[in-house]
């Protein structure tokens, strides 16, 4: 038998386990006692039950086993496809997303579309991702693949000049080649120089006035897998954009309006902003925890002159980068060069 007839059998016999698997029992599970019951069914077929409960059961039952049959078929499906066997790559991708859809072994038929690739694979999950009617886990699954496959277009943009675009930070920032956290190394004995290159680049970073909500956002400390289910959609976009924009230097008005395209075709919750709202709420968050980055070098040099502290009092005025610039000034207090182990010496306003 040749590769595409053994796959033929694969796609014939997943469509026939999709057309055969009864409907979903999603939504009448009204309570935990009713899941432990089922649980106790399972192992007690005897177990005395209201008619209801014992439609819900088998109809469950049934529900599994339909699930599980999905599953070893998507299974096979997902080798040929790693081995390169499925010239089918149309009907397998129309296949595997009928089983995101219906609930049927999701996370497989995810990875099925993730190997078939491009274009019917990404088309696909670029179809699921959005779709509000998809349970969220699957979405969210679906999107961590979806970014997978469209990596190549992230690192094409990312290596594209930026000669005519909008910079949405200041131009003494864009000269870091280093990440938005900075990436500055500890040094034994810094020059001036880098002092000066980061005082100019907090005081080019400070915001005019103060900010309604502190920026950076705080981390999430959120198992990646284990609580995937709460992760906020904030932390994907930044993983969006900063596979866009690696360097600060790149981040300009025309690559923040097509993260604000892609984060939009992700599904991701973009708070009901238009692309110019979404750049300069993101430029700003670049540039808090840029900030970030700087003062924490600051402090871990024990660099704590006055221009310093002043710097750090006003980011904690303005609502930005509070936590590291708090840290800058417990620091230089430990160190009586600030605050009333200083001889009584006011901090920075």
Request: negative net charge; contains cysteine; proline residues 7%.
């Amino acid at each position: 038998m040749t590769d595409d007839q053994q796959v033929a059998e694969i796609l014939s016999e997943l469509a026939a386990a999709v057309a055969d698997a009864p409907p979903t029992t999603e939504g009448y599970w009204t309570s935990e006692e009713l899941h432990e019951l089922y649980e106790r069914f399972e192992k007690e077929p005897d177990l005395p039950l209201t008619a209801g409960q014992r439609r819900l059961f088998l109809a469950e039952r049934a529900r599994r086993a339909a699930a599980s049959r999905v599953h070893g078929v998507l299974r096979s499906l997902q080798k040929a496809a790693e081995r390169g066997r499925v010239t089918a790559t149309a009907e397998a991708a129309v296949l595997a997303e009928a089983c995101v859809r219906a609930g049927l072994a999701a996370p497989d038929a995810i990875g099925v579309l993730y190997e078939l690739g491009v274009p019917y694979g990404e088309q696909a999950l670029a179809r699921l991702v959005p779709d509000t009617r998809v349970n969220d886990s699957d979405r969210r699954r679906g999107r961590w693949w979806l970014r997978r496959l469209r990596e190549p277009k992230y690192q094409a943009l990312a290596g594209r000049p930026v000669e005519d675009e909008e910079p949405l930070l200041p131009n003494v920032v864009r000269d870091l080649t280093s990440g938005w956290h900075g990436g500055w190394e500890v040094e034994e004995a810094p020059t001036q120089e880098r002092f000066a290159q980061a005082r100019a680049i907090l005081e080019a970073l400070l915001p005019s006035k103060r900010l309604p909500f502190p920026e950076p956002v705080s981390e999430w400390e959120g198992d990646w897998d284990e609580d995937e289910d709460e992760r906020p959609d904030w932390l994907e976009i930044r993983m969006v954009l900063r596979a866009l924009m690696p360097d600060v230097r790149l981040v300009t008005r025309e690559r923040v309006t097509e993260g604000w395209h892609e984060c939009k075709q992700l599904g991701l919750d973009l708070q009901g902003e238009d692309p110019e709202e979404f750049g300069s709420r993101w430029a700003a968050r670049i540039g808090a925890w840029t900030a970030e980055a700087i003062l924490s070098w600051l402090w871990q040099q024990e660099h704590f002159r006055p221009w310093a502290l002043d710097l750090a009092g006003r980011y904690i005025d303005r609502n930005v980068a509070v936590a590291e610039a708090t840290r800058l000034l417990s620091e230089a207090a430990e160190a009586g060069l600030w605050g009333p182990a200083a001889g009584g010496r006011p901090g920075p306003s």
